[in-house]
């Protein structure tokens, strides 16, 4: 999976790391940053949906598209798909074209709009990751885990660079008796679910 990636997803993969790099520390604001993982991160997750089971493959908070390229290589590795959900418009045409220009529109399909007005309408959901606005996360949590199949994985960025504006989403998931869970640090931090 990583030991062929395509050039195209290789350069627009480069291109983004050195936008993200740039408004990083140019000050630009949080809304229009492009926000995206960081490389580890991105191979983690593709890792993680790679040794998922069976189900819809859902992310929540596309931005540029950089994290769907990494899951994109899982798709392909496995044969599913990814629908990716981003509600700022601006986001979602850097995303189209990132799709465009690396050709995973087959892999990929691209959501304008709330992901929580859509996910009353997904299931059996194999696999989940969250990168969006914190205080929206306890909300994706209550949507995702109950669309979960056994052995589904649910896994949200930031637990532990924003751990506080979380703390209510890590705190249900440790004591959540439907799931196993772990905060990894790799990256931001990672909380991963697994449903039982």
């Known amino acids: 999976m990583f030991h062929d990636i395509p050039q195209p997803i290789l350069e627009r993969m480069k291109f983004l790391e050195e936008i993200d790099a740039r408004d990083r520390t140019d000050g630009t ?5 492009l926000r995206q993982v960081p490389p580890e991160t991105g191979r983690f997750i593709a890792l993680l949906a790679a040794s998922a089971p069976p189900g819809q493959w859902v992310e929540i908070g596309t931005s540029a598209g950089y994290s769907a390229l990494w899951l994109s290589l899982a798709c392909r590795l496995m044969g599913r798909r990814l629908t990716t959900f981003e509600v700022l418009p601006e986001k979602v045409r850097i995303a189209q074209e990132t799709f465009a220009m690396t050709s995973v529109a087959d892999v990929v399909d691209l959501t304008e709009g709330d992901a929580r007005e859509h996910l009353a309408h997904v299931s059996d959901i194999a696999f989940c990751f969250l990168d969006a606005e914190k205080e929206y996360y306890a909300e994706c949590y209550d ?26 989403m890590l705190d249900r998931a440790e004591t959540d008796e439907r799931v196993d869970s772990v905060v990894v640090p790799i990256g931001t931090g990672d909380l991963v679910c697994r449903k039982l």
């Open 29 to 33: 604001d949080r809304l229009e940053r």
């Open 143 to 168: 949507l995702i885990v109950p669309r979960l199949v056994p052995g589904g994985l649910f896994v949200a960025d930031n637990a532990i660079s924003h751990a506080d504006d979380m703390r209510a």
